[in-house]
């Protein structure tokens, strides 16, 4: 499959999953959190709410905005997470490495590329393909040492620029997600803010109920929001220390690849 079709279908899913969230979200709004048995003479309208969910509720239209935010990055949170265990592969990263670099230096190439097969890790794809070039290589004569350093160079270059993009796939979604939960958790808040100040400035007394509900909705919106943001920059910075983790194990292992090959004598 084309890399253009690969990203035509990631954004297809990305939208999609945004759409689909939106309308649980919509849906726990409606019949969750404004079920009538959460507020007073069971009408979730005029009923002063009497626990958490109609609280919530009366946050008002942009809760279930807020909510689909929260949705998202758990979704993306959960596929980057298997993403990424996959990418980390079997075993550990420096224990790898060592093993592949003593293959190399003794000349077993193919054992080195069956225990590349067996991490089943980005790293352990990087270093087979460069060790699968290097075969291709090593019995060539009309190449000098140079020139077969250069070559597996460029193949582990390549496998690791495939790599890459797909750990740090999907991870602009939970940054997004953390610039705007709050921006639109403010948004909220604003508005639960005017329509308390406009039951304060009512003539007379003031209308007790809207001045609570501005003030419920202003609260809610900002819980809500802040709430989401702080999900979203823990995850984003959790798989942002794995994935440099693991670019450190590719470059790590190529280096060391490299090393090994051009202290062989040809």
């Given at each position: 499959?084309?890399?253009?079709?690969t990203?035509?279908?990631?954004?297809?899913?990305t939208?999609g999953?945004?759409?689909?969230?939106?309308?649980?979200?919509?849906?726990?709004?409606?019949?969750?959190?404004?079920?009538?048995?959460?507020?007073?003479?069971?009408?979730?309208?005029?009923?002063?709410?009497?626990?958490?969910?109609?609280?919530?509720?009366?946050?008002?239209?942009?809760?279930?905005?807020?909510?689909?935010?929260?949705?998202?990055?758990?979704?993306?949170?959960?596929?980057r997470?298997?993403?990424?265990?996959?990418?980390?592969?079997?075993?550990?990263?420096?224990?790898?490495?060592?093993?592949?670099?003593?293959?190399?230096?003794?000349?077993?190439?193919?054992?080195?590329?069956?225990?590349?097969?067996?991490q089943?890790?980005?790293?352990?794809?990087?270093?087979?393909?460069?060790?699968?070039?290097?075969k291709?290589?090593?019995?060539?004569?009309?190449?000098?040492?140079?020139?077969?350093?250069?070559?597996?160079?460029?193949?582990?270059?390549?496998?690791?620029?495939?790599?890459?993009?797909m750990?740090?796939?999907?991870?602009?979604?939970l940054?997004?997600?953390?610039?705007?939960s709050?921006?639109?958790?403010?948004?909220g808040?604003?508005?639960?803010?005017i329509?308390?100040?406009?039951?304060?400035?009512?003539?007379?007394?003031?209308?007790?109920?809207?001045?609570?509900?501005?003030?419920?909705?202003?609260?809610?919106?900002?819980?809500?929001?802040i709430?989401?943001?702080?999900?979203?920059?823990?995850?984003?910075?959790?798989?942002?220390?794995?994935?440099?983790?693991?670019?450190?194990?590719?470059?790590?292992?190529?280096?060391s690849?490299?090393?090994?090959?051009?202290?062989?004598?040809?």
């Open positions: 499959m084309s890399s253009k079709k990203s035509n279908l990631q954004a297809y899913f939208v999953m945004m759409v689909i969230e939106l309308f649980i979200s919509i849906l726990i709004y409606l019949f969750v959190l404004g079920d009538g048995s959460h507020f007073e003479g069971g009408n979730n309208e005029k009923g002063h709410p009497i626990d958490i969910f109609g609280t919530v509720y009366k946050g008002g239209f942009i809760v279930p905005i807020l909510i689909t935010i929260v949705l998202l990055v758990i979704t993306f949170a959960i596929e997470m298997i993403t990424i265990m996959k990418a980390k592969g079997s075993g550990n990263i420096t224990d790898f490495v060592r093993s592949i670099r003593e293959l190399v230096a003794a000349g077993n190439i193919d054992e080195a590329m069956t225990a590349c097969e067996r089943k890790g980005s790293i352990g794809n990087v270093v087979l393909a460069g060790l699968e070039k290097y291709l290589v090593a019995e060539d004569k009309t190449m000098d040492k140079e020139q077969k350093i250069a070559a597996v160079q460029k193949d582990l270059e390549e496998s690791t620029s495939l790599e890459l993009p750990l740090s796939k999907n991870l602009v979604i940054s997004t997600c953390a610039s705007i709050t921006l639109i958790g403010l948004i808040t604003v508005m639960g803010m329509r308390s100040f406009a039951a304060l400035a009512n003539a007379g007394a003031p209308d007790s109920n809207a001045l609570a509900t501005g003030i419920s909705e202003a609260l809610v919106n900002t819980f809500i929001g709430a989401g943001s702080c999900l979203a920059i823990v995850a984003f910075n959790v798989f942002t220390t794995q994935i440099d983790r693991i670019t450190y194990g590719i470059d790590e292992a190529n280096f690849i490299l090393q090994t090959i051009a202290s062989k004598k040809h």
